[in-house]
């Protein structure tokens, strides 16, 4: 049975795999994440999120490596994922594309904060007066711009 159960999760549907359909039944529905910790045995990462089918029960999801498990009747079901790793799935992909545009934002801010603070360099402004002195102005003899040997 497990093989069979592994074959349906790698199927796809549509083009589709089984989490990308969680993923889109877990949007329309809306449902929020409830609570999260820390698994006590591992350290992994647990979230609960409301059940459909028992109202007043969550059921938890957790994040193992980088898959992610939950303990619905669903989920082995459904080739291994279910809504509720959809939902959790969508809030993860959520909180991953805010961590982006912070860090870009703050990558901008320390480019801006780079260029404000180089200095400009001077440059020398000659008038016309310092022109109208330079010894090659007021010479009409020939010259060369090499080393003669």
Known sequence: ???????????????????????????????????????VT??????????????????????????????CKGYVDYALTCIHCGVVANEMAAEAQAFAARQAEARRTETAKRAASKPTPIVPTRSDADRASAPLARSNAPFSLFKAS
């Open 1 to 39: 049975m497990a093989k069979r159960v592994a074959a349906k999760s790698a199927a796809q549907v549509n083009g589709q795999t089984a989490l990308e359909r969680a993923c889109q039944r877990a949007a329309a529905s809306g449902w929020p994440i409830v609570g999260r910790g820390w698994r």
């Open 42 to 71: 591992d350290g992994a990462l647990a979230l609960a999120v409301p059940s459909q089918s028992e109202p007043g029960k969550r059921h938890m999801v957790v994040l193992v490596g980088a898959h992610l498990e939950c303990d």
